[in-house]
Each structure stands twice: as structure tokens, then as C-alpha cells.
């Protein structure tokens, strides 16, 4: 039986209230729609205004640190070249001592001015040729002077059959700064050696020592901003967290990664892979 007008002036009504009753909800969720835009963008401006405001507080004090630095090193230079008399064998373990500490400050200052200059997007790669062995030979003289104890050996093995690299030789020098200073650290007998391989067109350096290793569930997080291992082997041996972290951000602006491997009581291998020539788009 078909419907009365009237009953399909009903419907039409009924339907025309849903739609406008839609179109409500629709507008109403469409401006909140758009406020949450709002905040989430004022959100973004805060925390990149945060990040910008960190980035200068850690430049600015890395600079102010340098000062001083240079002068505790410079005067331990004279005390152990001797310009104001003979030490004696406990002044010399002292000197040796501060001149071990400062350079440690030093390389976490160098690490703070670093990591502020790559969140603000102004760090520099500079690419050249240069060969491995002159790359070794610079970092064996760097440690030479800070290896305090003879309970622990650095030893740089002789590479072989790797060519010469195109890669940005200070930040890679870096990276490995704070692998071999690290390994150094963590162990207190042993040795740690230095290392590099060929595979294809990627070479990889690796920095494993006989220390006092990692536990795996700590491992995933190592090169994360001022991660440090929260275990109590490691309560006395404490640094700003921040050397790993920028290794693999500078083996990122390098085209390259960082991998660690680690046993508890055994050592660790720490690890950063890279194309033998940096490509020119890169950094």
C-alpha cells in the first residue's frame, strides 16, 4: 500500500533533521579537529624553541669549560717535562693523574659543543682521501700519553688490504676517540684492540676489549642522549652519557651505523661501519 504525502513529508523531515544534525557533529568535530592543529604546532614551536635553548646553553658552556681545561693541561705539560725541577715518583703518579682526568673533562666538553652543534644542524662534513695506517698512527699517540696502567695494552692491529678511505677523518676519529676511551675505562686489565675490515664497498672499525662487558638487557638503549648502564659494576665508572650517543649520530651524517656486542664479565665490541667513499650528497 503506498504512502500517504504526508507520511513521506515526515520522512523527508526526519531525514533532513538527521543531515543537519550530522552536519553539526561534522563542524563541531572539524573545529576541534582544528584546535588540536593549533596546539600540536604551538607545541612544536615550544620544543623546538627548548631544543634551540639547550643547543646554546651546551655551546656556550662548552666553550666557558675550554678555558680552564687548557690551562690544567698546559701546566701538567710543564710539570712533566720538568721546566721547574725533578718529581718525584708519587708527584708523577699525581700529574698523571690530573693530566688522565682532564683529558677525560676535555673529551666530554668536546662531546657537549659536538652534540649541540648536530641538533642545531651546523656541524660540517669535510671529506678527504687519507690512508688507515696515519689514522692509527694519530690515535696510538693520542692514548699514549693517558694509559696509566700497564694491566691494560691498546693495541692498534696493522690493517690490511683496506684502501684508502673518503670520509670525513676528524668524525671518524671521534667516533673512535670514544670507543677506545670508553674501552679503556671499563677495563681495568687486559687489553683493548683496535681494528678494521673490508666488506664490499664499506669498511668497519671495531673497538673490543676484556672489560667488565655489558649486560644484555642494557644494550638497547647505549646510544641514547645521557644514557648511562645502571648496574652497580659500573656505579664508580661514570660519564655524561653522551659519547655514544653522538658516535652514532656523527656515523649517521657519515652514511653509516654503530653496533655494539657485549657479555657480561667478558668485554665488549663496539663497532662503526662506513662506505669506503662518503657519498657527495651526504651530511
Known sequence: MPESATDLQQEVARLEAQVEALSAELAE????????????????????????????????????????????????????????????????????????????????????????????????????????????????????????????????????????LYTDDKKLSQILRNFISNALKFTPRGEVRVSVQLAGDRVTFTVADTGIGIAAEHLDGLFQDFVQVDAPIQKRLRGTGLGLSLSRKLALLLGGGVAVESTLGQGSKFSVTLPVELPVDAG
Do not use: C
Open 29 to 164: 568535530t572539524n573545529q576541534g579537529v582544528l584546535a588540536l592543529y593549533a596546539e600540536l604546532d604551538d607545541n612544536a614551536l615550544r620544543l623546538r624553541e627548548a631544543s634551540d635553548l639547550k643547543s646554546r646553553f651546551l655551546s656556550y658552556m662548552s666553550h666557558e669549560f675550554r678555558t680552564p681545561l687548557s690551562s690544567i693541561q698546559s701546566i701538567t705539560r710543564i710539570l712533566q717535562d720538568r721546566l721547574d725541577g725533578p718529581l718525584t715518583d708519587e708527584q708523577q703518579k699525581q700529574v698523571q693523574f690530573i693530566q688522565s682526568a682532564a683529558f677525560e673533562l676535555t673529551e666530554m666538553v668536546n662531546d657537549l659543543l659536538d652534540l649541540a652543534k648536530v641538533e642545531a644542524g651546523r656541524v660540517t662534513i669535510s671529506p678527504a682521501w687519507f690512508e688507515m695506517v696515519d689514522l692509527f698512527s694519530a690515535l696510538r699517540g693520542m692514548f699514549k700519553p693517558i694509559l696509566q696502567s700497564d694491566a691494560v695494552s691498546l693495541v692498534f692491529e696493522e690493517p690490511r688490504d683496506v684502501p684508502r
